[in-house]
């Protein structure tokens, strides 16, 4: 099993180091073929507007959407915001993976970053989660599951083989999030 980690920007090594650290195979993508190789996909966090962008250049948006049919996808933060199904800012081309509205920045400017322990629903133990320049994510489905939420708004949401989370957990001492995407793609939701 091999999950692809999207790197046109943002922080997707830091995701490789998790990965690394759980012993899974992991590639990064940034083009097409890349998708041969995988069998799940991280969106990491960055700048949305311009992963979106750099989506479009590299003709990814229809080749993202079709491996998104059968197999898993995870977006974190400005991953989340691309997978989302609406967003407050009409430059980003949302992938529409989850029927999720992201409002960016919701959580403030970089200088307003923090981390928060939050409950996980599926987890004894809180994990320390990292918001950096946030989104604020809405469910737009009843079908989503809200597996974790900060302050009354949902931050980790899944819906069937997607989960977005609008923290960074490669940012986390824990690595309980990646596993449970690994899970996810091994059992292929
Ligand atoms: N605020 C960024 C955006 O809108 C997301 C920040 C992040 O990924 N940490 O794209």
Redesign the pocket.
């Known amino acids: 099993m091999t999950i692809g980690v999207l790197a046109l920007q ?1 922080d997707f090594s830091l995701h490789l180091n998790v990965l690394s650290k759980l012993k899974v195979s992991s590639v990064l993508v940034k083009k097409t073929t890349d998708f041969d190789l995988i069998n799940g996909l991280i969106i ?6 311009v ?1 979106s962008l750099l989506i479009d250049k590299f003709n990814l948006y229809k080749k993202i959407k079709d491996f998104a049919i059968d197999h898993c996808v995870y977006g ?4 989340a ?1 691309l997978v989302s199904s609406e967003c407050d ?1 009409k430059k980003i081309n949302t992938l529409n993976l989850i029927k999720v509205k992201s409002l ?2 919701f959580y403030g400017r970089q200088i307003n970053s923090f981390s928060k322990k939050i409950n996980i629903n599926f987890l004894k133990n809180k994990i320390n989660a990292s918001f ?4 604020k994510l809405t469910s737009l489905s009843k079908k989503n599951k809200i597996l974790a939420h900060y302050e009354n708004n949902p931050v980790l949401l899944q819906y069937k083989n997607i989960l977005v989370s609008s923290f ?1 957990p490669e940012l986390s001492s824990s690595t309980i999030i990646h596993e449970y995407f690994i899970k996810m793609v091994k059992n292929n939701v």
């Open positions: 943002g990491p966090g960055g700048e949305s507007t992963i974190t933060c400005a991953g915001i800012d960016r920045n950096i320049r946030a989104p960074h």
